[in-house]
């Protein structure tokens, strides 16, 4: 019999089994609607889900006993889900590709630097409606070590926020608030690994073993050399390898990122067990979407990198099944910082309907550095198509450093050397390449190699802090219009665009962070600073630089949300012959079209109007973003510095 068959005649017989435990269990307890609605989606996942789980732990004996608590975990969750989530996740399986609409526009920042606290957030939730936003993403905001913890990726307690923002209580107001706004909240799911004083890690420390099994831990260097062998270091800085000497315990423990954050054993079904608990836990308070931290490093396996393995996609699979089971209406957000092949991978409805994109956030800063479009062009010919129930999250910076992820293959086709690119957009982008606009800090800089990530703000970053202390309003007036720029790609390439709170208005690099112990040494705070609202109020004065940009922004975005063809994922990179002019097109559910054109540069480009009637367009065009007309008839189009054109029939 092939194995397969055997597979699913094996998960028929467990869930007949199980169904019957549950139902005398939870069905004459429940409304008959609630226990139809909990079996009809148990029997539609549960097949997925024990596939994933068998692939996992199908070599230990007590597999179905593990299989059973997760089911059951999953049985409580649903049973405890609000009315109102309840009532979400119906209208969301009705209408599944609702995050691919033309009006999404999301938002991220940390709490505190942006409001304070929880009860903060909730009093900005008219300034997140005028600026049109649809999809709030709070940076981590549970319990974690005082001092140095990643910015909050460190995680003491899944179930309690920070004091100093809160309590669960205020989350869950916070949800319901911004959901009856039309916002969907989105939280950090840091499932890789927890702080060193979660109960999971204090419990090992003390000596329990059942605990100590959650972790990788050793009581000599052997295994850690062993594995140290095919890992690369994350955080060089901070510690080389990714192990950490514990002295109290006698023991090394796997530490990837930090000596504070312990990597979890999902070799361990009570790990899985217990992690898909807090899952539940945080869609019950109200997450419509969780990023999912670190994913590529979940599992380990000695000879290899340890990154992007088969069993960690099998692993978000399961974790995915959980939740279509208990919470339908939360979804996956990849967050994977690794080659553009393997991002792609974790992009399905199985795993991560949402995932960044990593790769034109890098291209896009490439592209303003070199003033040429040709690898941004040829990368996303090819690497930008998804599952069509999926969609990207479009994004210029996000709290994280900006990594060059471009694929070297892809550079290669085109002459250029991925290597000594790379060492040359390090070098643009802190400032150090004579003439560069642009003002950054590295992060993780080796010295012996050159390698590094870049550290700033949009703004910095496109040359407005350099502008500003020149006091030239010319520079100043091409740094405002790269910033445009940026935005309008992110707007209109397909997907759902994402602004770093702040960028709205310009915020310039926060260089006060070096003055704090718990920050000095990361780079990375230089672009997280607190918002000023005497700034923010700047916005509404168009004469200012925050008014400026955010009035440009909140126009693109009021455009952008009247675009039907804006809508999905559908778009076809062009090549019009010049190197400094990025050109799509888009086609929105509705079948309609809109053509984009870029100009990369700090002088007027031609377009010849044959090289756009070559692909089938039309004579005229409406430019949404201008109101004006553009017709076809004349020899060619020409793009003002740095203009963009959203051009419709």
Known sequence: MHESVKVHREAQRTFQRLLSQLEMEFAAVVPNDV???????????????????????????????????????????WLA????????????????????????LGGVYYVDLFAGDLQGMRDKIPYFKELGLTYLHLMPLFRAPEGDNDGGYAVSDYRQVDSKLGSMDDLRALATALRENGISLVLDFVFNHT??????ALAAQAGQEQYADYYFLFPDRTLPDAYD?????????????????????????WTTFNAFQWDLNYRNPEVFRDMAAEMLFLANAGAEVLRLDALAFTWKELGTSCESLPKAHTLVRAFNAVLRIAAPSLLFKSEAIVHPDEVIRY??????????????????????????????????SHRFRIPNDCAWVNYIRCHDDIGWTFDDGDASALGINGYDHRHFLNSFYTGRFLGSFARGLPFQENPRTGDARISGTQASLAGLEQALRSGNPNEIELAVRRILLLNAIIFSIGGMPLIYLGDEIGVLNDYGYADDPGKTDDSRWVHRARIDWAQ????????????????????????????????????????????????????????????????????TQPVPSNELRVYGLRYAFHDRISGHTVELGSEQVVLEPYQVLWLTP
């Open 81 to 104: 889900r609000s009315d109102e989530l309840k009532a979400l996740d119906r209208v969301r399986e009705q209408e599944p590709r609702w995050f691919q609409s033309e009006k999404m």
């Open 347 to 380: 992009i399905s409805a199985g795993e991560c309907q949402l995932s960044y994109n990593p790769l034109l956030m890098a291209l896009l800063w490439n592209s303003l550095a070199t003033r040429e479009v040709r690898l941004l062009r040829y990368s996303l």
């Open 536 to 603: 923010m109020a700047r916005r509404a004065e168009p004469d200012t630089i925050e008014g400026r940009i955010y009035g440009g922004l909140a126009h693109l975005i009021a455009v952008r949300k009247a675009t039907p063809a804006i809508a999905g994922n559908d778009m076809d990179v062009l090549n019009l012959g010049n190197d400094h002019l990025f050109a799509f097109v888009r086609t929105g559910h509705n079948g309609q079209r809109l053509l984009v054109l870029a100009n990369f540069s700090e002088h």
């Open 35 to 77: 226990w139809t609605t909990f079996r009809r989606r148990l029997e539609e996942h549960f097949a997925d889900l024990f596939t994933c789980l068998l692939e996992l732990y199908g070599d230990r004996y007590d597999f179905l006993y593990h299989l059973e608590r997760i089911v059951a975990e999953a049985a409580q969750s």
């Open 195 to 200: 702080a060193d004083e979660h109960r999971w």
């Open 229 to 253: 062998r095919t890992l690369r270091e994350i955080f060089p800085d901070q510690h080389a390898g990714s192990f950490t000497y514990r002295p109290d315990m006698k023991r090394w423990v």
